[in-house]
């Protein structure tokens, strides 16, 4: 029997099931509920976040035989055809690979035929900006003009290539990458349903590597899973994505904070021993600089972060002062880029993190301001003067 990776296994089949895309939805349903539904759909955003989902899930609520419903039942004829893709009235087109003016020719000539079973002929164009500029010309009319019984669903990661003429024949929505605590939620249901024991700071390192693409982040866990087994621990999920232990991470951060150079050389030596990407250390250590940031601006640490994250971010943030994360952060950031193009990167994240631990200030302004205030007080105090604590010269008289 052939495994069904999890990107596939758990791809929504209703609306309601969408992870962080509420707006979209909303905004579909209301139409099959209101029978306002356009002729042309453009669905644009990052990739792996549900768009030719939306598109499939669209295509099965205008079909289904109790249909037009936000509810598809999911188990009628339609409905099965079109989740397995062999659907006759709903196309799914690649338009990386058909993106050719005959392509479209073919579409329009076949677009002027009544559906042979379901109540509307769909097109659903994936990547439809890959499609040619005489291609576009040629889907112009029957875009703007289709017969009744046609709608036309276009899915795009690169909205800006789409010809202005062809944008403003689609009613379009715009797909956002999904929030961090939305996808450490689902991944949490999916290890259940799944029996796997994996802690909720690897996840939320599966949620942060995904970057904001639910695929990605169902991929990554597949590949961790394939790695690691059923009861993977957070090293080995590191090691299994190519990422940086947070325990180490936080000691760096640490120790630039308290700015003990011999532990950042000693961290520095050992990750570069055990041939970690430096530049991957780097943006790790940015990042948790940020969040170090977000703890002391805000009280609280990132909700992104799983507990024992929150709890070393939290307590670290106490000791440190704004203004030297600020500094910290900045050098270190602007670092990352320098490393990548370095000749010898351990040498330059090593004199960046040293960079980084002497330029930041030592003290906020605040404070300084109050050092000096309380410094003049103590002078005026005492009698002496600008002129080294000689006193004053007497008056000159005539």
Known sequence: MSYTVLARKYRP????????????VRTVENAIKLDRVAHAYLFAGPRGVGKTTAARLLA????????PTSTPCGT?????EIRDGISTDVQEIDGASNNGVENVREIRENAKYQPQRDRFKIYIIDEVHMLSGPAFNALLKTLEEPPGHVKFIFATTEAHKLPDTILSRCQRHNFRRISQAAMLKRLK????????????SALSLIVRQSE???RDALSLLDQVLSACGNEPKDADVAEALGTIDRTLVNSLARALVT?????VLKHTEEVWNRGVDLR?????????LRHLFVAKATGAAPEELADTDREAVTSLARDADAAQLARLFDVVHSGVWEIARAAQPKLALEMILLKALHLAPAASIPELISRVERLASGQSASGTGASGGRPPSAPFRA
Not at 13 to 24: C, D, I, K, L, S
Not at 189 to 200: G, Q
Not at 280 to 288: F, G, I
């Open 13 to 24: 089949q209703a609306f309601e099931a969408m992870t962080g895309q509420e707006h979209v």
């Open 60 to 67: 099965r609520a205008l079909n289904c035989e109790g249909g």
């Open 76 to 80: 009628c004829r339609a409905c099965t």
């Open 189 to 200: 249901e999916i290890s259940a349903l799944e029996k796997v024991t994996i802690s909720e």
């Open 212 to 214: 904001g693409g639910m």
């Open 259 to 263: 700015r003990d150079a011999a532990t």
């Open 280 to 288: 991957r250390l780097a943006e790790e250590l940015a990042w948790w």
